[in-house]
């Protein structure tokens, strides 16, 4: 087993630019309502919207009249002039569902995945879904459609779960299976009910062998002859509780020890694992674990893709961006603060929204949340 000394790096680094991604909004004064893209306020409309659904690139919203509208680029424009009954926004396509249509808004365009669908799932680089009239599983990804897998009876799968770019599920013989990358496969186990998804790898518990796998670069293994105690799944990695109170990481194919103890919580979004004792907050970004702070218990830490949110012990907000800490670039004491993706929203004074990118803090006076 490698020791942690050459793959991780404890540090702070202070920084003053943090171009992060995601798209802001607010209502002024006037009820009219805004868009923060990358420093710049526009104004979107001079009425009341609902149902509003932000990306990186994106914002899409229904207006007065009850037409689904994006703003993308620069640019808005009315998409649908009915109400979609689901949207999900995934980082860069708006993926809805028009009566029994499933559409996907990407690039500046929208297009029809499917004529009628069941149900259906998006997250950040994969959309799965079940075809009405077939029953088939379908995926998109990278523009492409592909079969999952195809029905023997009325039902397909037994259960599945979306990752990022990555799909699990037991057919109906209970086998477990993974897709990904456009190819179906067979990790050789059955009656599998405990498994989540990250980014490229899924982890698993066999309970009929008593064992902790991992899928990972097209293949299974077994990570741990006994059953962990608690795990979180992340982009390409995986940390767990041993059977002896370790806490352990995967990473790349590698197999590290984190702790000798047993962390308070343990926490994963995208490219994030976030952990912490009684003492410390730390962060596994990258392949480098961050002691990022002296911690208080009952704080909650805000996970963004690559990014961690928090108020210190002087109620101060620190921010954590791929590697880089963010002190002291705000003096108001904060009513609320939240994440668009990696974007970090501040709400403070009697009216005032604040969105902090690239270093700097962009305030407007507002009339709601």
Same mark, same amino acid.
């Given at each position: 087993m490698q020791k942690l000394f050459t793959a991780f790096i404890f540090s702070f680094l202070f920084s003053s630019s943090f171009a992060q991604d995601g798209l802001g909004y607010y209502y002024d004064y006037n009820n009219h309502f805004y868009v923060f893209d990358k420093g710049?306020?526009?104004?979107?409309?001079?009425?009341?919207?609902?149902?509003?659904?932000?990306?990186?690139?994106?914002?899409?919203?229904?207006?007065?009249?009850?037409?689904?509208?994006?703003?993308?680029?620069?640019?808005?424009?009315?998409?649908?002039?009915d109400l979609p009954s689901v949207m999900i926004?995934?980082?860069?396509?708006?993926?809805?569902?028009?009566?029994?249509?499933?559409?996907?808004?990407?690039?500046?365009?929208?297009?029809?995945?499917?004529?009628?669908?069941?149900?259906?799932?998006?997250?950040?680089?994969?959309?799965?879904?079940?075809?009405?009239s077939s029953i088939y599983i379908y995926a998109y990804e990278n523009g492409q459609?592909?079969?999952?897998?195809?029905?023997?009876?009325?039902?397909?799968?037994?259960?599945? /779960?979306? +990752?990022? *770019?990555?799909?699990? =599920?037991? @057919?109906?013989?209970?086998?477990? #299976?993974?897709? !990904?990358? $456009?190819?179906?496969?067979?990790?050789?186990?059955?009656n599998i009910t405990d498994y989540q998804c990250g980014k490229n790898i899924v982890a698993y518990i066999d309970g009929f062998n008593n064992t902790f796998n991992v899928f990972y670069n097209n293949k299974s293994r077994v990570i741990s002859d006994h059953i962990p105690k608690s795990y979180s799944v992340a982009?390409?990695?995986?940390?767990?509780?041993?059977y002896d109170d370790n806490f352990m990481l995967y990473y790349n194919g590698t197999i590290l020890p984190l702790e000798s103890w047993v962390p308070a919580v343990q926490n994963a979004r995208n490219n994030i694992i976030e952990y912490?004792?009684?003492?410390?907050?730390?962060?596994?970004?990258?392949?480098?674990?961050?002691?990022?702070?002296?911690?208080?218990p009952d704080?909650?830490? /805000?996970? +963004?893709? *690559?990014?961690?949110? =928090?108020? @210190?012990?002087?109620?101060?907000? #620190?921010?954590? !961006?791929? $590697?880089?800490?963010?002190?002291?670039?705000l003096t108001e004491q904060v009513n609320d603060m939240y994440l668009i993706w990696d974007l970090p929203v501040f709400r403070y004074g009697t009216n005032t929204i604040g969105f902090y990118y690239n270093g700097k803090i962009y305030d407007y006076e507002t009339n709601k949340y």
């Open positions: 710049n306020n526009i104004q979107l409309e001079s009425n009341h919207v609902d149902s509003i659904r932000a990306g990186i690139d994106y914002l899409a919203y229904i207006d007065y009249r009850g037409y689904l509208r994006v703003y993308y680029k620069g640019e808005t424009q009315t998409i649908e002039e926004a995934t980082p860069y396509a708006l993926v809805y569902k028009m009566a029994q249509r499933l559409m996907v808004f990407e690039h500046g365009e929208k297009k029809q995945l499917a004529r009628a669908v069941y149900q259906f799932d998006a997250q950040e680089n994969l959309v799965t879904w079940v075809d009405l459609i592909n079969i999952i897998e195809k029905s023997v009876s009325a039902n397909v799968i037994k259960s599945g /779960l979306t +990752g990022i *770019n990555i799909y699990a =599920y037991s @057919d109906v013989s209970n086998n477990f #299976k993974i897709y !990904y990358a $456009g190819q179906v496969y067979e990790t050789g186990s059955t982009a390409n990695m995986v940390s767990y509780v041993d912490y004792n009684n003492t410390d907050l730390k962060i596994i970004y990258g392949g480098k674990n961050y002691t990022v702070d002296r911690f208080i704080q909650r830490i /805000l996970l +963004g893709p *690559n990014s961690a949110l =928090y108020l @210190d012990n002087n109620h101060r907000p #620190k921010y954590f !961006y791929k $590697g880089k800490i963010a002190i002291d670039f």
